[in-house]
């Protein structure tokens, strides 16, 4: 590790370990309020120590989708609240494990740890060094974390080296609309308030890319305002969003949409999710209703833990050309269907 990527985690340890005590003194508006979470997690959220929210600073839910039985991995788990949330749905069969590099954070999370729990001191750039080995993990999680790691790629090579095939990295994050000025970037209270670190999100798509993930998919995207007229004269100009992101370990993934006429049926059968299930923005599945289907998008749904969840009918020996997404027009934070790509 170089120094200038010690002396950020450094900072950032600061800032978590002893600048910040509770979600209370978090400078802006990013950190999300129990009221985005649906329903039946909040109902688990009754379970999870008072203390361990007191120190919640995400950004989003990530809570994945159909986790019984997995092993999930949260990344920068701070005291916990994903990783309790989560150890409540993945049951007994499964496992969570929680990695953050703050003492502070740490001891609060390990001070709650129940049979299917573990948190470890570590690093999200060397998941080797706490023994996370390759190809173990069903689904990784992080909330408001990969934006401050110095070595961003490095962080994405390790998720998809611990991912099993057909896994799935699901997580929220800040993102940024143009690429933050490296000043900026050297800013310890911004970087602190996951400003500073934010992805550009071409950048991140083409980090993505790199790794050998070429196709990711976008839950939700909201726009978020800073509050605060001294950060706000900082760094203003970049409009900033909290977004939810899924992508999965898959080699059939191709770097455009093809299509092949595959067609895609929901069955209704994903826990709390009977009528519909948003799949991501621009892929509502009605309960029973065919829906025309890219290469990508089948694989997703047939080649991995969602796939009992789906009836998806033809291959790809057959190309049609490139899917049109015409009608796919993300949504942002829209109870609409778009078409689909
Ligand atoms: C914004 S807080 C989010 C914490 C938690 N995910 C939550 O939602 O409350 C960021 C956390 O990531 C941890 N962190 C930041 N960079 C890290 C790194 N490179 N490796 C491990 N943990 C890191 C910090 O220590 C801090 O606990």
Redesign the pocket.
């Known amino acids: 590790m170089s120094c200038c990527d010690k002396r950020t ?1 450094d900072d ?2 600061e800032y ?1 370990g002893r600048v910040l005590q509770s979600s209370s003194d978090l400078q802006t508006d990013l950190c999300c309020s129990v009221e985005d979470l649906p329903h039946h997690h909040r109902e688990l959220l009754a379970n999870v120590p008072t203390e361990v929210l007191e ?4 950004c989003g839910s990530p809570i994945p989708h159909l986790p019984e039985g997995c092993t999930v991995l ?6 916990g ?2 990783a309790f949330i989560c150890a409540q749905l993945v049951g007994d069969s499964g496992k969570v494990i929680g ?4 003492d502070e ?1 740490l001891a609060v999370a390990q001070k709650y740890e129940r049979p299917n729990t573990r948190f470890l001191k ?4 060397d998941l080797s060094a706490v023994g996370i080995e390759d190809n173990s993990v069903d689904v990784v999680i ?4 990969i934006n ?2 110095p070595k961003k790629e490095q962080v994405f090579a390790e998720i998809f080296r611990v991912l099993k095939p057909g896994g799935e990295l699901y997580f929220s994050d800040v993102f940024a609309d143009r690429r933050i000025p490296r000043e900026l970037q050297q800013d310890s209270e911004l970087l602190g308030e ?1 400003l500073a670190g934010a992805m550009y999100t071409e950048d991140f798509r083409r980090m993505l890319q790199r790794t050998g993930v070429p196709d990711h998919r976008i839950i939700s995207m909201n726009a978020t305002a800073i509050n605060n007229p001294e950060l706000e004269n900082r760094i203003g100009f970049v409009n900033f969003t909290s977004t939810t992101v899924r992508a999965f370990k898959l080699a059939s993934l191709e770097d455009r949409c093809e299509d092949f006429g595959q067609v895609a049926v929901y069955k209704g059968t994903i826990p709390h999710h009977p009528h519909r299930f948003e799949f991501d923005n621009h892929h509502l599945f009605e309960t029973g209703h065919p829906m025309l289907v890219c290469g990508n998008t089948a694989a997703m749904i047939s080649e991995t833990r969602y796939a009992p969840h789906f009836q998806v009918t033809g291959d790809r020996s057959r190309h049609f050309g490139l899917f049109d997404c015409a009608d796919g027009i993300p949504f942002i934070e829209d109870d609409g269907a778009g078409g689909c790509c």
């Open positions: 985690h950032v340890s978590y120190k919640f600073y995400g949260d990344l920068g788990c701070g005291t609240r994903d990695i953050d590099m703050t954070q570590g690093y999200m750039e992080s909330n408001c974390v401050l790691s996951c």
